[in-house]
């Protein structure tokens, strides 16, 4: 499966951004799904995950209750709704998928497939 990530932009603290990720070349709804972040010089962090069906979903502590995780397997997407945005949320956010599990995994390690990114930036 190919990715695609998209959405990213400016932002204001506080303000929202939903961000999109695009899949092609197989059933999507094969595939468990996640969004990492990573900013220079540090590692790529969990953001959150969703199960092939969407049923389950699963999220960073940092952003509970801020950020929300969906799918449209439909149209091939995955999806996440950024709210009340913060300077710590400025990053490249990168979509992932694997179908090498059923759970919605938190671990990089997980996934095989990855999009390019898509950078957000909140200032203040």
């Known amino acids: 499966v190919q990715l695609q990530a998209s959405g990213g932009g400016l932002v204001r603290v506080g303000g929202s951004l939903a961000l999109s990720c695009a899949a092609s070349?197989?059933?999507?709804?094969?595939?468990?799904a996640g969004w990492f972040r990573q900013v220079p010089g540090k590692e790529r962090d969990f953001v959150a995950a969703?199960?092939?069906?969407?049923?389950?979903?699963n999220y960073a502590d940092s952003v509970k209750g801020r950020f929300t995780i969906f799918r449209d397997n439909a149209k091939n997407i995955v999806y996440l709704q950024m709210n009340v945005l913060n300077a710590e949320d400025t990053a490249v956010y990168y979509c992932?998928?694997?179908?090498?599990?059923?759970?919605?995994?938190?671990?990089?390690?997980?996934?095989?497939?990855w999009g390019q990114g898509t950078l957000v930036t909140v200032s203040s």
């Open positions: 070349g197989r059933a999507f709804g094969d595939y468990v």
């Open positions: 969703i199960t092939r069906r969407g049923g389950s979903t």
């Open positions: 992932a998928a694997t179908r090498r599990y059923l759970e919605a995994r938190p671990f990089v390690d997980d996934y095989e497939y």
